[in-house]
């Protein structure tokens, strides 16, 4: 079974600074893209930010010059440096992979989320 396992969400100033990690465990042959999603009360859940194995980081307009996104060596975790932060950015951080398991077929899997709160 996959798992996506978050940490690091956090509450923070506006202007701070806060490094999500996400960690995918179980069994799989491959991981094809992760990235990080947000959703705040009362609005849709939207892409901040992704990269594909071996491929260019994509990020929304809103995070772009202020939000990293990064994978590690071994391409199972991902993590996002959020800087100057602000309360616009509070929201609930989800992690997506999209993985292959043993066949041909990629699934999406989801983290639990971590709360992220900017106070102004």
């Known amino acids: 079974q996959v798992q996506l396992v978050e940490s690091g969400g956090d509450l923070v100033q506006a202007g701070g600074s806060l490094r999500l990690s996400c960690a995918a465990s179980?069994?799989?042959?491959?991981?094809?893209?992760m990235g990080w999603y947000r959703q705040a009360p009362g609005k849709q859940r939207e892409l901040v930010a992704s990269v594909p194995t071996g491929g260019s980081a994509n990020y929304a307009d809103s995070v772009k010059g202020r939000f990293t996104i990064s994978r590690d060596n071994a391409n199972t975790s991902v993590y996002l440096q959020m800087n100057n932060l602000k309360p616009e950015d509070t929201a609930v951080y989800y992690c997506n992979a999209g993985i292959q398991t043993y066949g041909t077929a990629v699934f999406r899997y989801w983290g639990q989320g971590t709360q992220v709160t900017v106070s102004s």
């Open positions: 179980g069994s799989f042959s491959s991981i094809k893209h």
